[in-house]
């Protein structure tokens, strides 16, 4: 066989297998936190593969952390998540949501995009190169519980590691959430703000309307309360990261009653938050302006998660590489979106890039990804790994044996 032949059989090999993986993954209904058989499977995988795996389950979910190490070396993980949401009217999608169809060159079904293509990428591009690799480690970081409230998963996986102590943390970590947008490769991003949930009840006293010295409204209060928190002035962000938000999300003083003064109010909000805050700032500057207007109330904090923002350009720069190698284009780095698990694996130890499929349908009906772009993102993650891997000696006899076989 040809050298060439033998390039062009690989090539096609890593993209047919991934293709194939993704639609196997699709095809369990793995609505959250269930993983319907999908963690058995890749388990199997991923044990075929030489990977020690090990299930760490809370609350009756699944994840798993499985690992091989090649060598001396940096550990690269690979975050993801099995889960999916519900996949809504069945009887409005084009094919069913759970039989991964191909048609027109889109791959269909709940999942494909969010983001069990993204892991089938990966397995197929560690697959691909296991022949070369001699140096480093690789992780998997699967969760089923990220879809829901996120309370056991990704959180419970990375506790675990860090009760074994620093060493078993990885140095980088790529989460293969559906991160481009119009085109794949146009978006990376390299950090998130943080987010932080309020729910604060302001206590008055109940009465006739007519008899106003007789009641003390909760709405008033919580109307004086508002104006302070909506008066806040927030950091305007910078290049790399958007400023703090402050949006209201819930008012609700009880069932209305048109001669009933409130006797309680309740009043929930976000806040988005840049790296130029933390959780505990937030908080102190809305308990001195609760404390400043001698309300009654009651808080409950919400949902806490800290920013985080990768400083380590040289993995930046490796993963933009790649993408403009095997897609032609340059990604623009952002910070933008909501929340997702990497807020729990970034760390002083731990770099987080997130990079995946396109996001333009997913949570959808007909939530679907293009077959080109399953296979481009393959060879992307190749390329990263690789890096990581593959002795550098090794990469250049290969590239040079291309090259001379396409001359």
């Not at 069945?90 to 993204?118: H, N, S, T």
């Not at 146009?186 to 008899?211: E, F, P, T």
């Not at 209305?256 to 409130?262: E, G, I, Q, W």
Request: hydrophobic share 40%.
């Amino acid at each position: 066989m040809l050298v060439a032949d033998f390039a062009l059989e690989k090539c096609q090999s890593l993209s047919e297998n991934a293709i194939a993986l993704t639609q196997k993954l699709v095809r369990y209904k793995s609505i959250t936190p269930e993983d319907a058989g999908s963690m058995c499977f890749l388990i199997r995988k991923l044990q075929s593969l030489g990977f020690d795996c090990h299930e760490v389950t809370r609350q009756g979910v699944r994840n798993l952390v499985a690992k091989r190490v090649f060598g001396p070396g940096e550990t690269l993980a690979f975050a993801g998540h099995l889960d999916v949401v519900p996949p809504g009217p069945v009887e409005l999608w084009q094919c069913p949501p759970f039989a991964a169809e191909i048609q027109d060159g889109r791959l269909y079904g709940r999942g494909v995009a969010d983001m069990k293509g993204a892991i089938a990428c990966f397995i197929a591009a560690v697959e691909s190169l296991l022949e070369q690799c001699s140096r480093g480690s690789l992780m998997f970081l699967i969760t089923c519980d990220e879809e829901g409230e996120a309370e056991h998963g990704t959180a419970v996986l990375m506790s675990h590691l860090k009760q074994q102590g620093v060493d078993h943390l990885p140095h980088y970590c790529l989460v293969g959430e559906p991160s481009s947008r119009k085109t794949l490769g146009d978006v990376l991003k390299i950090g998130r703000r943080g987010s932080l949930s309020a729910h604060i009840r302001v206590y008055g006293r109940q009465g006739h309307v007519a008899y106003p010295h007789n009641c003390d409204n909760a709405t008033h209060h919580t109307s004086r309360l508002l104006q302070r928190l909506l008066a806040l002035e927030w950091d305007e962000g910078s290049a790399q990261m958007p400023g703090t938000t402050f949006q209201v999300t819930q008012l609700n003083s009880g069932e209305f009653v048109d001669n009933v003064v409130p006797g309680a109010c309740d009043v929930c909000f976000n806040i988005r938050y840049s790296s130029r805050f933390n959780e505990a700032e937030l908080k102190r500057l809305i308990d001195d302006i609760l404390l400043d207007l001698d309300l009654n109330y009651d808080i409950e904090w919400q949902r806490p998660c800290a920013p985080y923002f990768n400083q380590a350009d040289d993995f930046v720069a490796l993963i933009c590489g790649a993408i403009e190698s095997v897609v032609g284009q340059v990604p623009m780095l952002t910070t933008d979106g909501g929340t997702s698990d990497g807020r729990f694996i970034a760390s002083s130890h731990t770099q987080v890039i997130e990079f995946g499929l396109k996001n333009d349908n997913i949570h959808q009906i007909n939530e679907s990804a293009q077959i080109q772009d399953i296979a481009d993102l393959a060879h992307i993650y190749q390329l990263v790994i690789q890096a990581f891997c593959v002795e550098e000696t090794q990469i250049a006899q290969r590239q040079a044996q291309q090259l001379a076989a396409l001359t």
